[in-house]
């Protein structure tokens, strides 16, 4: 089986969008808040079988873990009642993807996160999704204002939702959404910026200590993380921080690395228990490697292609994400 | 030859610190600009010969691009009279030891940039230290605030800089100072964002389209780019920026990161004309891995065992160097 523990709904229906403008443009006026054209279960099939599903069963994928559209979680949008329904209104089309598919695409929620925090509120949507809807976890934007204004996950402000996700045997993708910050291109520097600084949080503090059984995950190979391994490694003996090896019990890598030279480097430095296979589609990059032919984003051909064995690229493949994502494991009966 | 383009004078006897003490306190106060304490040239010659130019020569290498403390740049201190006597202050004790040691140390420039500029101020000291003072080079911080609240580096209010820089035909190695965002830890985490965000910002413009002969050296191998590289391909392309290997006409990588999977990665993506042999020592990490015995910065280890040509190993042992350094050539009669 392959799982592919990295996709984004971001061929939502336009209704969608619609109705985020209509929010915004709501939260601007001060009117009344919309709500949602109906979307039909046909358009949600087509939205998916036509983009994701199609794209995942060409690759020989078998189940995708599916969140909605990172860059349009848009934390950064201080009201937090217009983030909850924003919140909803995504996460309960990402839910009803996955009743279509039940056996494909497993439900990530996004969290209602602002750049106050409304942990009350993310609180909520965490218990509504996992506990009563199924979801198999979470996307945690470490960054909510867009500008890097609010604290470290590692600050005591974080706990309630690292708590509940505890609680719920959830994991946490830690994922920013959009930059509001033009030094940051989104996609291109952000997205990686984002997965180092988290990791040197986590590797400055205690907080898996205080949370031994909390999961999360980094995406994007861990920005530069496996690259710059022996940085990490002496910037913590030099500072008296952890072996960043013992992070290895509670983080976890994807393999959302776009060239051969990338995966292998990952796979060479990070263990194979640790590294989970991701495609992040469709997502930052679409399109073919004119000197390959391949499609940039299809992170499986580097996997066939790099150095591993075959208990450790089922590690990669599946049983990783069964372990880190153990409500997946149960929608699946494994 | 071996040249090692990124060091840093982070031994320097403690009057440099006491007078920047005394600056901040005075700033603080409202006092009068204080003068620095002499210190004698044994004094320097001390600071050096126990520390970079023990190291050095223990390793086998020849010369050492040397440039002042990066994370004491602290260029997010407002005031512009402040930042230029820092900057000069910092600036004549490097040229003092490459005087010292002429055919070992080259120096490289500290600027006094500030949040909101001090453009004239930077381009004064470009001049009093490349031509007046014969230096090889300075290093540009891309975000002088600290918290990335200025234009990125590809913005016309950095202009000036360039023109200088290609006037006088010297490089700038684009290196942040300290982090004033406790989300980033100013060594693991800003100065890798750092890399990435500019090499980003360099994608996304036509910088050297108008600065053709302008050349930016990026350090810590360019942060996570060569281990994203499939990613940067796939965004241009998808964007419509320039193919991410154009920007190899003007822009170089150092060779500082710290393990072995790191360097070879870096010479497997980023052309050998591209790559310059870096230390950045004595720097952010200091100590040996208990594993290998290897110092971590030890990066010549590293490029001894990679796999590369002799006329490649030259290149980015010495040729880059005086290529992209053309003080630094003249200064060793090149």
Known sequence: MIIDIHGHYTTAPGQLQAFRDAQL???????????MSPISDDDLRESVEA?????LRERGGDV??????ASGMEHHVADADTATAWA???NDLVHRIA?????????????????AGNIDGVVTEIRRTVDELGFVGVNLNPDPSGTWAGRPITDESWFPVYEALEELDAPAMVHVSTACNPNFHTLGAHYLNADVSVFVQLLQSDLFERFPALRLVIPHGGGAVP?????FRGLAMRNGWQDPADLWRNVFLDTAVYHQPGIDLLLDVVPADNVLFASEMLGAVRGADPATGIEWDDTLRYLEA??????DRAKVMSENALRVYPGLAARLGR
């Open 25 to 35: 443009a709501a939260l601007a006026s001060g009117g009344f808040s919309p709500l």
């Open 99 to 115: 009743e279509l598919y039940p056996t494909t695409f497993a439900p990530v929620a996004q969290l209602p996160q602002t750049p």
């Open 88 to 90: 909803r209104a995504s």
């Open 51 to 55: 983009n994701q599903l199609r794209v």
């Open 227 to 231: 690259y710059h391994w022996g940085r």
């Open 306 to 311: 790099a150095s591993l064995s075959d208990a």
């Open 64 to 69: 995708m873990i599916f969140s909605p559209k």
